[in-house]
């Protein structure tokens, strides 16, 4: 409006642009505009010095929020009274295919970064459930969901912190690069692995590499929308794993896959690439292995060549 600005969105862009500034420590930043923006404030792409030149890395989502007594929960189909709504923020949370880090930033002070390694966790275990805040600060809020309130999650413990002074030590700076592209590491395979049911369970502390701990499954059994969304899931897989097979297996890894594929053929047969890519292995697999002879005769041929030389 003219002549006047709200102070609290002053501040809040004014710690929205000073967390982009902290991240450029890490790497390559680019800003969705506020017209694009729809959950996410900048892709993160991690630069490794490598002397005279970055190489970029791994890339993941930021999300900034403003570190302040009045943003402690971050409302995903929620109201600030937690009272349970439904925009599909909670299926888009659920759905994203690159790892989300949330920034919580303070002019004068820093940026915490914060996994989603959490929800995930909470998502896995309350398949289909709508409403979810996300909280910066530990602590348990037992809310009665019955009465259309919705949990509060902790985020856990900050996965990264940048100030102004990491820029001063180059060392302790790539130090934080290299931790925070274990941490985008690790989280683009739970991406991965969480539409098949499952995570890999990290524990952390601030500023430490994260620890993976176990593998954790579904607990109960998935919704049928779910069964086949795994397993086109699993499917794209396979047939990569047929190929790599192909070239580094043995007659029997091939064996092995064409029942696999004939098994989904038996039992979801509404999946028509089930029988299609098992008649595939099946009236190849001789020709693949004279392909698979073929390639490591060459692979031999160049690893002898270049011992000669």
């Given amino acids: 409006m003219p002549a006047v600005r709200g102070v609290n969105l002053r501040s809040g862009d004014l710690n929205e642009e000073y967390g982009l500034f902290l ?5 390559a930043v680019a800003p969705v505009p506020r017209t694009e923006d729809v959950g996410v404030d900048a892709f993160l792409t991690l630069l490794h010095n490598e002397g005279a030149l970055y190489r970029a890395g791994r890339t993941c989502m930021v999300q900034l929020k403003s ?3 009045a943003v402690t929960v971050v409302y995903y189909d929620a109201d600030k009274q937690l009272t349970r709504t439904d925009r599909g923020e909670t299926d888009w949370l659920r759905n994203l295919e690159y790892p989300l880090f949330f920034g919580r930033v303070r002019r004068g002070s820093g940026l915490e970064l914060y996994s989603n390694y959490a929800l995930l966790e909470w998502f896995l275990n309350n398949p289909g459930a709508h409403g979810i805040g996300v909280c910066f600060e530990e602590k348990k809020r037992k809310l009665d ?3 259309g ?33 274990e941490w985008v590491k690790k989280m ?19 500023n430490c590499t ?16 779910e069964a086949e969304r795994l397993l086109r899931d699993v499917y794209l897989r396979l047939a990569a794993l047929s190929v790599e097979r192909l070239y580094h297996g043995e007659d029997s890894d091939l064996e092995h896959l064409v029942g696999m594929f004939e098994m989904i053929d038996r039992d979801f047969p509404q999946f028509k690439f089930g029988k299609d890519h098992a008649m595939y292995l099946r009236q190849n697999i001789e020709r693949l292995r004279e392909r698979r002879i073929a390639y490591r005769l060459a692979r031999t041929i160049q690893v002898v060549d270049a011992a000669s030389k």
């Fill in 149 to 181: 309130k919705v949990p509060v999650v902790w985020l856990g413990p900050a996965v990264l912190t940048l100030s102004v002074e990491d820029s001063m030590n180059v060392e302790a700076l790539q130090m934080k690069v290299d931790l925070m592209s």
């Fill in 210 to 225: 994260p620890e993976p701990i176990q593998y954790i499954i579904l607990s109960r059994e998935p919704a049928e929308d």
């Fill in 188 to 206: 683009q395979e739970n991406v991965a692995l969480f539409p098949l049911g499952m995570l890999c369970q990290i524990r952390w502390d601030t």
């Fill in 67 to 69: 570190h302040a007594k």
């Fill in 23 to 27: 991240l450029r420590l890490l790497g």
């Fill in 145 to 147: 969901v019955s009465a």
